[in-house]
Nanobody, 126 residues
Framework: QVQLVESGGGLVQAGDSLRLSCVAS????????MGWFRQAPGKEREFVAA????????TYAASVKGRFTISRDNTKNTVYLQMNSLKPEDTAVYYC???????????????????WGQGTQVTVSS
């Protein structure tokens, strides 16, 4: 497992942009698939995006596709989530997650990941 620390959350207006960052400990960052999840009050945690070990393969939830972009810089042990055209329904605590590289499709369920950050709050006002 790795330790993950998110940052970059905040309060913005609808239509604004934010970039979340997640820094991972350790020297084997490129061995991990990285994901972003979010959880709104009263709702279950939901998948947002994931990136393979090189960042060349990515997948997104339908609700964010075209607005959010996941990327990673393996030299900095960091994964990013660029969020554009934010909507009030994007309001949630956003979590970074990691799992050792797996074969096949990128995992999109929370139970597939075994390392989690503490979360960062994103609030989008209308």
């Amino acid at each position: 497992q790795v330790q993950l620390v998110e940052s970059g959350g905040g309060l913005v207006q609808a239509g604004d942009s934010l970039r979340l960052s997640c820094v991972a400990s350790g020297r084997t960052f490129n061995y991990y698939v990285m994901g972003w999840f979010r959880q709104a009050p009263g709702k279950e945690r939901e998948f947002v995006a994931a990136a393979g070990w090189s960042g060349g393969i990515t997948t997104y939830a339908a609700s964010v596709k075209g607005r959010f972009t996941i990327s990673r810089d393996n030299t900095k042990n960091t994964v990013y989530l660029q969020m554009n055209s934010l909507k009030p329904e994007d309001t949630a605590v956003y979590y970074c997650a990691a799992v050792r590289v797996v074969l096949g499709v990128l995992p999109t369920t929370s139970r597939a990941y075994d390392s989690w950050g503490q979360g960062t709050q994103v609030t989008v006002s209308s």
